[in-house]
């Protein structure tokens, strides 16, 4: 790491969630390890259409 990597980091935590909100169709968007816990998302119920489309793309069947 460098010492422009703190920097970086601000400027992406400000960037991605504005972008995401812009140009994705995403209702409430979670950051993953930084507004939710990895255990946190892991513990949330599977919703109904990821179980039937997504993981099989994902390759988790």
Do not use: K, Y
């Not at 979670?30 to 994902?58: K, Y």
């Amino acid at each position: 790491m460098t010492s422009s990597t703190p920097m970086v980091e601000q400027a992406l935590d400000a960037l991605v969630p504005q972008w995401i909100a812009a140009d994705w169709p995403f209702e409430q968007p979670r950051f993953l390890g930084r507004e939710i816990s990895w255990s946190d998302w892991l513990a949330l119920p599977e919703h109904p259409d990821v179980s039937s489309c997504c993981r099989n793309d994902l390759g988790t069947r």
